[in-house]
């Protein structure tokens, strides 16, 4: 079953940081582009990241966030730090897939971040 | 800077048709996907590539584009349709991914 499951979300105070991982079933990472994306409570979607043939990141993260993956594990991961109160949201990781013009395809279920002092 | 703008919300009654509009200068140059999100759940891929749909997609749910728009029509709406819908694109560049604010649909 083709399938992503977030992990490492929780509370934090503001300035520490947080790892989040992605595991992937059903398919490798290493074939793909996977993005980062993140809703706000009761707000829209915001593109955070993706790891692709390049890296690039939404200005609100660039220079505090990374993506990283491990094709052994299948996994991938964000790594936020120096996080800030605007950074409470629920993060979910999806693939990019060619076959659907790079449409985002198969989303995990979201971890919840929660950024206060 | 490039930017998606939607509608905040739409309503239609059931077996009316809903039509949800997403602009953008950088459409005409970039494919444009829209997403449905019930509440609680993931997003679920709806259309992509401005107008096809993907698998398991009841044929409902249809897309196009003009110019700097793109539209998704959902015919004979039904109840299970009630989301949010949100468009997505790239920037001009095609680096960096841009979603609309969302469009909530209410079907009365």
């Known amino acids: 079953q083709v399938q992503l499951v977030e992990s490492g979300g929780g509370v934090v105070q503001p300035g520490r940081s947080l790892r989040l991982s992605c595991a992937a079933s059903?398919?490798?990472?290493?074939?793909?582009?996977m993005h980062w994306v993140r809703q706000a409570p009761g707000k829209g979607l915001e593109w955070v990241s993706v790891?692709?043939?390049?890296?690039y990141y939404a200005d609100s993260v660039k220079g505090r966030f990374t993506v990283s993956r491990d094709d052994f594990r299948n996994t991938i991961y964000l790594q936020m730090n120096s996080l800030r109160t605007e950074d409470t949201a629920v993060y979910y990781c999806?693939?990019?897939?060619?076959?659907?013009?790079?449409?985002?395809?198969?989303w995990g279920q979201g971890t919840m971040v929660t950024v206060s002092p | 800077s490039d930017e998606l703008t939607q509608s905040p919300s739409v309503s239609v009654s059931p077996g009316q048709t809903a039509r949800i509009t997403c602009s953008g200068d950088?459409?005409?140059?970039?494919?444009a996907y829209w997403y449905q999100q019930r509440p609680g759940q993931a997003p679920l891929l709806v259309i992509f590539?401005?107008?096809e749909r993907p698998p398991g997609i009841p044929e409902r749910f249809s897309g196009s584009s003009s110019g700097t728009t793109v539209t998704l029509t959902i015919s004979g709406v039904q109840a299970e349709d009630e989301a949010d819908y949100y468009c997505?694109?790239?920037?001009?560049?095609?680096?960096?991914?841009?979603f609309g604010g969302g469009t909530k649909l209410t079907v009365l």
């Open positions: 997505q694109s790239a920037d001009s560049t095609a680096k960096y991914v841009l």
């Open positions: 999806a693939r990019e897939y060619q076959l659907l013009g790079d449409a985002f395809d198969i």
């Open positions: 790891d692709g043939k390049n890296e």
């Open positions: 059903g398919f490798t990472v290493r074939s793909h582009a």
């Open positions: 590539k401005d107008s």
């Open positions: 950088a459409l005409p140059k970039q494919y």
